[in-house]
C-alpha cells in the first residue's frame, strides 16, 4: 500500500497546529505531484485539501498577490477529494469558501454550503470551520439550511466550546448577533453558565437566555479560584 504523509497531516492542522510558510509550501509542492497521481486515499485528499485551505486563508489575509491562485489549488483539491467521496461535509465547504471569497454568496455557493451541511450535519471538526462563515449568510439560505446552521450553533455550546463561539458572536454584526443569541433559549442555563466570561473577553456583555435569572451563574463567575 502506498503512504502518504498527507494522512497524518490532517489531524495536525484541524489542530490548528502552526507551521512555517516554508513548511506549507513544501507540502504544497508534493501535494501537486500526489494529486496528478489521481490515487484516491481519502484521508491523504483531505490532508491535502485542508493544506490548500490553510494556505488560501494565509493568503487572503494577507492580501498576497498570489491568493486567487491559492484559491484555485484548494478548489482543485477539494473536488479531487468530492470525486473520491461525494458525501465529505468539509469537501463542500471547502468549495463554499472558495465561491464565496471569489464571487460572494452566488446561487452556486449556497448550493455547496448545502451540500456540506446535508452531507455532514453533525461532524465537530467541519463545525469549527463552518458555523462563522455559515452565519454570515443566514438571510440567504433555505430555511432549512439556517436550521442546521442554528443547530450548529448550539452544538458548539453544548460541547463546551466557548472560546470559538466568544469569537463567531464577536464578528457578528447586530442582527446576526440577535438571532444566534436567541438560537440559545431553551438550552440549559448550567451550559451557557460559563459563557458570558468568554464573551468578557472579546468585549461582549450579553444578556443570555436563563443566565440572568440563574443567580448561581453570577455566584459561580465571581468565585475566586483557591
Known amino acids: 500500500m502506498r503512504a502518504s504523509p498527507f494522512a497524518a497531516l490532517s489531524p495536525r492542522l484541524m489542530m490548528k497546529e502552526p507551521f512555517r510558510e516554508e513548511a506549507l509550501r513544501d507540502f504544497a509542492d508534493r501535494a501537486d ?3 496528478a497521481d489521481r490515487w484516491c486515499s481519502v484521508a491523504a485528499l483531505q490532508g ?4 490548500r485551505a490553510v ?3 494565509r493568503a487572503l489575509s494577507a492580501g498576497a498577490a498570489d491568493a486567487d491562485a491559492g484559491l484555485e489549488a484548494l478548489k482543485r483539491s477539494a473536488s479531487s477529494l468530492l470525486g473520491c467521496s461525494p458525501t465529505l461535509g468539509f469537501a463542500w465547504f471547502a468549495l463554499y469558501w472558495v465561491e464565496v471569497n471569489r464571487f ?8 455547496y454550503l448545502e451540500m456540506s451541511y446535508s452531507t455532514a450535519p453533525r461532524e465537530a471538526w467541519t463545525a469549527l470551520m463552518r458555523n462563522e462563515a455559515a452565519t454570515r449568510v443566514l438571510a440567504l439560505v433555505s430555511s432549512q439550511v439556517r436550521a ?11 460541547a463546551g466550546l466557548f472560546d470559538h463561539a466568544s469569537r463567531v458572536l464577536a464578528r ?7 438571532t444566534l ?3 440559545l433559549t431553551g438550552l440549559d442555563p ?4 460559563w459563557f458570558p466570561s468568554y464573551l468578557g473577553r472579546v468585549g461582549l456583555e450579553l444578556e443570555l437566555p436563563g443566565i440572568r435569572d440563574d443567580p448561581s451563574a453570577e455566584r459561580d463567575r465571581a468565585r475566586r479560584f483557591r
Open 33 to 35: 505531484t500526489f494529486q
Open 48 to 51: 491535502a485539501a485542508l493544506l
Open 55 to 57: 494556505s488560501a486563508e
Open 104 to 111: 460572494g454568496p452566488t446561487e452556486r455557493a449556497l448550493s
Open 148 to 158: 442546521e446552521i442554528l443547530e450548529e450553533w448550539r452544538d458548539l455550546l453544548k
Open 172 to 178: 457578528a454584526d447586530v442582527a446576526r448577533r440577535e
Open 181 to 183: 443569541v436567541a438560537a
Open 190 to 193: 448550567d451550559t451557557l453558565k
